[in-house]
């Protein structure tokens, strides 16, 4: 990984090469060879056939950290969540990861030979807030009070004919590296559509943390859905072996 000084100074991208497919096991592993595959041309994923096994010649994942890789991440964001229907983030929500990265939100993008597969962000907890509190605050409170150290997986979007799978194993290995290493996260939470909270219960091992309500952000339904790290941590050992 190549931590640069100053942005302003080095101007480097962060970045992770990837060698493990981790999410062809967690599929593999999850038995969705009935029915219930991912979608390649879903944002969120779910139904539809397997594609075929991505190579990973090239695949890395940059923590986004100049306004070109903030405007790409933008863009792909806008016309992925617009042709599903939803409502799109203001660009202010798109923010540059500064060196350490700790305590603030980080932008991924995923990468082969240069051509954008997806994006994702972390948002850990802070002063301000997760964006899910505003429909799911009271759970996201309890949790708090249970001791949980929150973040929130937002802005996943994946490229029209790209390679889902690739784009998912590289999003997840460093979205796991950024929510445990970086911001020693207990628990990660996501709003995810309800048509896809099999997939994600089954293949990474999220739970159902509130019940289906509207997402006023996207203007759509949504579930909201917490992960253990540890026991995602165990999982993704296993699935590597």
């Not at 950290?65 to 964001?77: D, G, I, N, S």
């Not at 997402?215 to 859905?225: H, I, N």
């Not at 253990?228 to 699935?239: P, S, V, Y």
Request: contains cysteine.
């Amino acid at each position: 990984m190549n931590t640069p000084n100053s942005v302003e100074q080095n101007a480097l991208p962060l970045e992770l090469t990837h060698s493990g497919h981790w999410v062809q096991s967690l599929l593999q592993n999850s038995h969705l060879r009935r029915g219930t595959q991912p979608n390649p041309r879903s944002n969120s994923l779910p139904s539809g056939s397997l594609p075929p096994r991505f190579t990973e010649e090239g695949l890395r994942t940059v923590v986004a950290v100049l306004p070109e890789q903030l405007q790409a991440a933008e863009h792909l964001v806008r016309r992925r969540y617009s042709w599903r229907g939803y409502r799109v983030a203001s660009t202010d929500d798109f923010e540059a990861a500064a060196p350490g990265m700790k305590g603030q939100p980080v932008t991924l993008l995923a990468e082969d030979c240069g051509r954008l597969l997806g994006t994702l962000t972390v948002r850990p907890d802070s002063p301000q807030g997760l964006l899910a509190e505003e429909s799911y605050r009271t759970e996201i409170e309890h949790l708090r009070r249970e001791g949980r150290r929150l973040g929130e997986l937002v802005k996943l979007a994946v490229e029209e004919g790209a390679d889902w799978k690739a784009a998912l194993n590289a999003l997840v290995q460093s979205a796991y590296l950024v929510t445990c290493v970086v911001h020693a996260l207990t628990d990660v939470l996501i709003e995810v559509n309800p048509r896809h909270v099999r997939f994600y219960q089954r293949v990474f091992g999220f739970t159902v943390a509130a019940a289906e309500r509207i997402c006023a952000r996207a203007g759509a339904a949504s579930v909201l859905m917490q992960l253990d790290l540890a026991q995602f941590g165990r999982k993704l050992e296993f699935a590597a072996a």
